[in-house]
């Protein structure tokens, strides 16, 4: 059972067009929502994160929308590149102790 | 340059022969965790360690036990493998809590044959 339900699973854009994916969670304790990218062949690296006191996050390119209300958040990619080529995935997590909960993935590709 | 090291990277082994995953990071991190990627699935939480000599369960620690004996090393041993442990393994690192960003090694493929 995903905590943390993320969709689409796979994703195809054209280069500078927007890239959306959606992540949405039941537990309300959820106190931090980070987003990750993955290369093939290599770890996960933190992105960028959100905590549920704010509505809106932007770092460069890169922005996270979270809705409280609907327990929703999503990740923005705005003027994709094929560089942004990856498998995002977001993640929970409550409180103290490092436990992050993970959706389950999605595969972007930017077409260049 | 701030590094969480794994090895093996690749391992192809046999049912129930005991294995070991090794994971050292450069850092002085508090938090460290094993992870499992599965298809489908995203990354679950196998094990995570607060500090030497502190460890807890994660989502899915059946079949899997930790160590933390330095503060830097956090060794992943499978006693006796079975297939439905055929994952990519990742180790991850953070400095005091989990919303720290976290530092994840580059994996290590286990094949249980």
């Known amino acids: 059972q995903q905590q943390v339900k993320q969709s689409p699973q796979s994703l195809i854009v054209q280069k500078g067009g927007i890239s959306i994916i959606n992540c949405a969670y039941e537990?309300?304790?959820?106190?931090?929502f980070p987003w990750y990218q993955q290369f093939p062949g290599k770890g996960p690296a933190l992105l960028i994160a959100i905590r549920p006191d704010v509505s809106e996050k932007k770092e460069g390119r890169f922005t996270i929308s979270f809705n409280k209300s609907a327990k929703q958040f999503s990740l923005h990619i705005m003027d994709s590149q094929p560089g942004d080529s990856a498998t995002y995935f977001c993640a929970a997590t409550v409180g103290w102790g490092n436990k992050l909960v993970f959706g389950a993935g999605t595969i972007l590709r930017v077409k260049s | 340059e701030a590094q969480v090291t794994q090895n093996p990277r690749y391992l192809i082994t046999v049912t129930g022969k005991k294995l070991t995953v090794t994971c050292s990071q450069n850092?002085?991190?508090?938090?460290m965790s094993w992870y499992r990627q599965d298809p489908g699935l995203g990354l679950r939480q196998i094990y995570y360690s607060m500090n030497v000599e502190v460890t807890d369960k994660g989502d899915v620690p059946e079949g899997y036990k930790v160590s933390r004996k330095e503060k830097r090393n956090f060794p992943l041993i499978l006693e006796s493998p079975s297939p439905n442990q055929t994952s990519l393994y990742f180790c991850a690192s953070s400095a005091n809590r989990a919303d720290q960003p976290q530092h994840f090694g580059d994996g290590t493929r286990l094949s249980i044959l």
């Open positions: 537990n309300t304790a959820f106190d931090y």
């Open positions: 850092m002085n991190h508090e938090y």
